[in-house]
């Protein structure tokens, strides 16, 4: 079912005590008002999800995610997460093929397409993060590289599983740069996936994914990237450590 949603991606960023003091503003701030029929994700460091979660036990508004998982279900990987640890967690998703996991860490679309499967194996929604870096781009090649990771990543799922996979634009060049694609950029990368889905599924699975946008995205240019209509919503990294700037974003996307 296609939804709008707004996901924060906090990175290895924040200390305990700051990353409960972010939950507990984003608590203060959300207001039936400001959240309407939007989603809100939020997605912080591994070691504080338990607490997170619970301090969100009361709160009707705000699901937890993971950043990431191992593509075993368990053994000996020492220091690695698996699925169903998350799941065990009361977790709602988990974040799957960030740039930064597969700039830093080598992550191929086909490990992306095994964890998404243990993510569905295990009842948490996967957000599967693709797009371009900035050669791709000026090569003009972007649209094949996005609709590979979407062909590779997603090999193997049928039409149900596309209820629990939710798609993430994010140009490499825009992530953490302060430079965000345009509403029309985005629009027609959207579009394109949106193509591909029907092509690949049916017109009805790709009426019904949710597919966000991410990069530089912030309080002053998200209304316009989610008044596009194939925009679902955002993943959003450096505005979502700022309960203010997260919540205005969210604002945005409920009014837009
Ligand atoms: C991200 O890392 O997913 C992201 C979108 O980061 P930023 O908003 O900081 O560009």
């Known amino acids: 079912m296609r939804r709008r949603i707004v996901a924060g991606n ?4 924040t200390t305990h005590s700051e990353a409960m003091e972010l939950v507990e503003g984003l608590k203060a701030n959300l207001t039936e008002d ?3 029929e939007t989603g809100v994700i939020i997605a912080p460091p591994a070691l504080f999800l338990n607490d997170v979660v619970e301090s969100l036990v009361e709160n009707e508004f705000i699901a937890v995610a993971a ?7 368990s053994g000996a ?16 998703a988990v974040i799957i093929g960030h740039s930064e996991r597969r700039q830093y860490f080598g992550e191929t679309n086909a490990d992306c397409k095994v964890k998404i499967g243990q993510a569905l194996n295990n009842e948490l929604a996967a957000i599967y993060c693709i797009g371009e870096t900035l050669e791709e781009r ?60 029907a092509e690949r599924f049916d ?6 994914v949710t597919v966000l946008y991410g990069g530089s995205c912030k309080p002053g240019n998200a209304a316009d990237l989610f008044a ?6 955002g993943l959003i990294g450096g505005a979502s450590l700022s309960a203010d700037d997260f919540t205005a974003i969210i604002a945005a996307r409920t009014n837009a």
Not at 67 to 73: L, M, V
Not at 77 to 92: K, Q
Not at 140 to 160: R, S, T
Not at 203 to 208: D, G, R
């Open 10 to 13: 906090w990175k290895m960023n």
């Open 34 to 36: 400001i959240v309407g």
């Open 67 to 73: 950043q990431n998982c191992h593509h075993e279900e």
């Open 77 to 92: 990987f020492t220091g690695e997460i698996s699925a169903p640890m998350l799941a065990s967690l009361d977790l709602d």
């Open 138 to 197: 000026k090569s003009g090649q972007f649209m094949e590289v996005i609709l590979k990771q979407c062909a590779e990543g997603l090999e193997g799922f049928i039409a149900e599983d596309m209820d629990n996979i939710i798609l993430a634009y994010e140009p490499v060049w825009a992530i953490g740069t302060g430079e965000v694609a345009s509403p029309e950029q985005a629009q027609d990368v959207h579009a394109g996936i949106r193509t591909w889905l």
């Open 203 to 208: 017109s009805e699975t790709a009426e019904n």
């Open 228 to 233: 596009k209509k194939d925009i679902d919503g």
